[in-house]
Nanobody, 123 residues
Framework: QVQLVESGGGLVQAGGSLRLSCAASGSIFSINAMGWYRQAPGKQRELVAAITSGGSTNYADSVKGRFTISRDNAKNTVYLQMNSLKPEDTTVYYC?????????????????WGQGTQVTVSS
């Protein structure tokens, strides 16, 4: 079994910072892309930032210059440093990872999601 456990959400004033963490655990062969998504009530889940196993990054236009995604491959952990937070960043943030597991000597790639962490930015 593979699990993604998120931490670091909370309440912050506009202009403040938060750092989200997401640690993957379980029978992991390798972790490919990792990323953060967010979903506001009544809206589709949207990509916030993603990072490949080689370190290439991709950001939503709305967070470029304010958010930074990074990963520690030794710890199977991805981070999202969020600076200059705005009230419109308020929502639930979800960690995502594309993980390869080995079953009976066969490799399988699956998409895993964390449970979500609430970020609230007050004006």
């Amino acid at each position: 079994q593979v699990q993604l456990v998120e931490s670091g959400g909370g309440l912050v004033q506009a202009g403040g910072s938060l750092r989200l963490s997401c640690a993957a655990s379980g029978s992991i062969f390798s972790i490919n892309a990792m990323g953060w998504y967010r979903q506001a009530p009544g809206k589709q889940r949207e990509l916030v930032a993603a990072i490949t196993s080689g370190g290439s990054t991709n950001y939503a236009d709305s967070v470029k210059g304010r958010f930074t995604i990074s990963r520690d491959n030794a710890k199977n952990t991805v981070y999202l440093q969020m600076n200059s937070l705005k009230p419109e960043d308020t929502t639930v943030y979800y960690c995502n990872a594309v993980i390869t597991i080995a079953t009976m000597d066969v490799l399988h790639e699956y998409d895993y999601w964390g449970q979500g962490t609430q970020v609230t930015v007050s004006s």
